[in-house]
């Protein structure tokens, strides 16, 4: 019977932030008439704020800190001097409370239905048999060790074992192309590598032992190779150790191990930006700030070490690659002594088949109270005309999430009205945004606040977020620039080889120097609610009206003739523009002039007559990053003219067999071959 199907529906929790308000009452006598009086003290305190979560979160040091901020300059803060953690350690502590409370660490299945169980127990068993593994063969603090691996428990146990040495993790997925993964190792050179030789998605076999010799040739400097065998792999691999030998041991040394205790700012792990055009930033994080950061989040992903409250166990689950940032926040549950479920797969099946029940069976089997996935992945399921109701055992879903790009508020309704329809009419939406550069969230959610489908329900704790006009001024109600104008612990340390910091301050204060430039189109309304609506650099302006593109992607795919769509603004040397709005219907749908009125009638009336495409193409798919994200800006530069090679990386982009038919669109429409409106 799964977990599901033997739980009833229980009362959920109280909410984390509840709890922690009332911890602030009775032990720092500081008392809050709202959230938003909660959030504009901790952007305002930042000391007494960041160490409230320390005290909150039970963050363990055998040395004191100094001050919580010796320096508030951004880049450059710096955090907790004086302080000792250890990321694996804080995970470790939940080893015995959780065990007696029944609670596994890990659950993951494949898509072949082969499950793994991991006791805490266990989890950090195998963690330290492999951290001594690695000591072995000289792996220490500030050695880099890759992962080569889908979502695994492996690469979970990977980690640990590196943060536990204080070795530095940095992590690609298989299916990544050998090219995108050297543009990433080779700019970190790692001493050992952890990989598969071959994976399981789709329904389809994929044998990477090839690309895993090419990646361990170009990267001379990996002497250790630790080998999961898949099946799938059609060579041999020579000169590996195999990782179940390395996970194995269970002896005195074992059961002694401990993470080693670390500055508070030691590196953690290296994650990569999407490396769309260029090659992909190595973005350095610190055991600390992550750690800080995480406590923080947990209070807006409501998790907690729910075995204290004796109230039903969380799990939770984020449907992402290995590659992807949210990746790291799923295995960030742990932090809270939260059952963690991985799924390694497609969420959707065969290509040209799709079955978007895939995760959802996959959550009732494991008895997920969590469950989160890109904004696409719930569009899809709406698209599909997904019946959530037939599904036994989704009814302990307590939370849904969503990232990646903006959640269209129709989409949100309808997860809403179907988990009605299993009892659950009070289902809680906790949208996110944040990024890799931050391995946390700017905008969060939070249960006791009104619904805002669409919306982001507030600002995160402690992260200083405004939308700026082009004068640098704050404003609400209006679009503006995402910037954070203090310092969040979870900020990077810098990037992997970036010698004088020239490279990180150039990605984030170039426009505002000591002031975070994030990227995004942020409207603050007066409730506190956000939206976002795009990339600030792939904005639609039309005659001085500008427009992120996710407005205009939720205005136009609630049609049900449309499954997906992307939209560039092409300029031309008269100083004109042209609006070009790429689209793939749905079955039995077709580019025509019926879906151009309806594209046209949609935008004129929810938006403006301004951001009417003047031309509709019909799309074989949507080019994404491996993150989810629409490819606007590469495009819209293909079609502008810039080189291929400059703006295209095909083993960065998650959709990599729809590149050549863009690349041929945009050299005719550059030769003229496609007529202009």
């Known amino acids: ?93 939940h080893v015995g409370p959780a065990e007696a409370a029944g609670q596994p660490a890990i659950v993951a299945e494949n898509e072949r239905g082969d499950r793994t169980v991991l006791s805490w127990a266990e989890l950090r068993r195998q963690a330290a048999s492999l951290a001594l593994e690695l000591r072995r063969h000289g792996i220490g603090r500030g050695d880099r060790v890759a992962g080569y691996l889908p979502n695994i428990p492996a690469a979970v146990i990977g980690l640990l074992a ?7 993790w940095t992590l690609c997925s298989p299916d990544m192309g050998v090219h995108a993964v050297l543009d990433r190792f080779r700019q970190t050179r790692p001493k050992a590598l952890i990989a598969v030789d071959g994976v399981l998605y789709a329904g389809k076999e994929m044998d990477r032992s090839a690309a895993l010799a090419d990646i361990r040739r170009e990267l001379p400097g990996i002497e250790t190779l630790f080998l999961i065998q898949s099946g799938y792999g059609a060579r041999k691999v020579p000169d590996a150790i195999a990782f179940e030998a390395a996970v194995a041991r269970d002896d005195a040394a074992v059961a002694a191990f401990e993470p080693e205790w670390l500055p508070f700012d030691h ?53 992402s690659a290995t590659g992807w940032v949210m990746w790291n926040i799923q295995v960030g549950g742990l932090l809270s002594g939260t059952t963690i479920c991985l799924f390694d797969g497609s969420p959707s099946g065969a290509k040209g088949d799709p079955d978007w029940t895939r995760l959802w069976d996959f959550a009732a089997r494991s008895g997920v109270t969590w469950f989160g996935a890109g904004a696409a992945f719930f569009t899809s399921c709406r698209k599909a005309g997904l019946d959530l109701a037939r599904i036994e055992g989704l009814a302990v879903i307590r939370a849904l999430g969503s990232t990646g790009s903006p959640l269209p508020p129709d989409v949100q309704r309808w997860g809403s009205a179907e988990f009605a329809r299993l009892g659950r009419p009070d289902i809680w939406w906790c949208n996110v945004s944040g990024g890799t550069e931050v391995a946390a969230a700017f905008m969060a959610g939070n249960p006791e606040l009104p619904d805002t489908p669409g919306r982001l329900q507030c600002r995160h704790l402690g992260a200083a977020i405004e939308a700026w006009n082009e004068q640098g001024e704050p404003v609400i109600g209006e679009v503006g620039e995402l910037v954070c104008t203090r310092p969040f612990p979870s900020m990077p340390l810098y990037f992997w080889g970036d010698t004088d910091g020239g ?107 301004r951001f009417v495409p003047d031309r509709l193409m019909a799309a074989p798919g949507i080019p994404r990053t491996l993150s989810g994200k629409k490819q606007e ?41 496609i007529q202009k409106n």
């Not at 590196?162 to 530095?168: R, V």
């Not at 990569?272 to 947990?298: D, E, M, N, R």
Request: one cysteine or more; charged letters at 20%.
């Open 1 to 93: 019977m799964s977990h599901a199907a033997s739980q009833a529906i229980v009362s959920d929790p109280v909410p984390q932030i509840r709890l922690f308000t009332q911890w602030l009452r009775i032990h720092q006598d500081r008392d809050f008439a709202d959230y938003e009086a909660l959030r504009r003290w901790s952007v305002t305190d930042l000391d007494g704020f960041w160490r409230a979560i320390w005290d909150y979160g039970r963050i363990e040091s055998p040395t004191p800190f100094s001050t919580v901020l010796t320096d508030d300059t951004m880049p450059g803060a710096r955090w907790f001097e004086g302080a000792q953690v250890n990321y694996a350690r804080h995970v470790f502590r």
């Open 162 to 168: 590196c943060a536990s040495l204080g070795a530095i």
């Open 267 to 319: 590196p953690l792990w290296i994650l990569y930006s999407s490396g769309t055009t260029g090659l992909p930033k190595p973005i350095v994080h610190g055991h600390g700030g992550v750690i800080l950061a995480t406590c923080a989040g947990q209070l807006h992903f409501d998790l907690g070490s729910s075995y204290e409250a004796n109230t039903l166990g969380d799990r939770f689950h984020w449907s």
């Open 503 to 609: 490279r990180y301050r150039e990605s984030y204060f170039a426009e505002w120097p000591g002031i975070w430039r994030h990227g995004d189109w942020l409207t603050i309304g007066a409730d506190g609610a956000c939206t976002i609506s795009g990339r600030s650099d792939a904005t639609i302006n039309r005659h001085g009206l500008r427009m992120g593109t996710a407005e205009i992607y939720a205005a136009v795919e609630r049609l049900t003739e449309i499954a997906d769509t992307m939209i560039i603004d092409v300029e031309g040397g008269d100083g004109d523009s042209q609006l070009i709005m790429f689209v793939v219907p749905t079955e039995g749908h077709h580019v025509d002039a019926g879906m151009e009125a309806a594209v046209a009638a949609a935008i004129r009336t929810g938006l403006s007559p």
């Open 633 to 673: 800006l590469p495009i819209k530069r293909l079609f502008g003219g810039w080189p291929v090679a400059k703006v295209i990386n095909v083993d960065a982009t998650a959709t990599p067999d729809v590149l050549p038919w863009y690349i041929d669109q945009a050299e005719r429409w550059r030769a003229g071959s």
